[in-house]
């Protein structure tokens, strides 16, 4: 059974830095596209940062870009989100997506369908 594990939320005050983490289990995706996604309250789901299968391939939503950094440790079997220079709207439950497929490019990494499974979630809350 694939679980994916999101950790690392919590309450920080605006300025402030978390590290999300995203352990799989059940199977590897060292050669998937992973993703982590966000959705406050009364919010649809929106893209945060992706990486692609190889690890060389990131993309970034505008909103983020420069401040948070997508990595991955194929050993672990996890996939970080490095978020600095925390802003109130940054608040949100953060999700981490895993592609079913491996080896596989895609035009985007952007949207929510590519993805098969999903974690729980983690709530960050950034207060001003």
């Known amino acids: 059974q694939v679980q994916l594990v999101e950790s690392g939320g919590g309450l920080v005050q605006a300025g402030g830095s978390l590290r999300l983490s995203c352990v799989a289990s059940?199977?590897?995706?060292?050669?998937?596209?992973m993703g982590w996604f966000r959705q406050a309250p009364g919010k649809e789901r929106e893209f945060v940062a992706a990486?692609?299968?190889?690890?060389?391939?990131?993309e970034y939503s505008v909103s983020v870009k420069g401040r948070f950094t997508i990595t991955r440790d194929n050993a672990k079997n996890t996939v970080y989100l490095q978020m600095s220079s925390l802003k109130p709207e940054d608040t949100a439950v953060y999700y981490c997506?895993?592609?079913?497929?491996?080896?596989?490019?895609?035009?985007?990494?952007?949207?929510?369908?590519?993805?098969?499974?999903w974690g729980q979630g983690t709530q960050v809350t950034v207060s001003s």
């Open positions: 059940g199977r590897t995706f060292s050669r998937n596209a």
């Open positions: 990486i692609g299968w190889s690890g060389s391939r990131t």
């Open positions: 997506g895993a592609d079913e497929a491996s080896n596989t490019d895609y035009f985007s990494l952007r949207s929510a369908r590519l993805y098969d499974y």
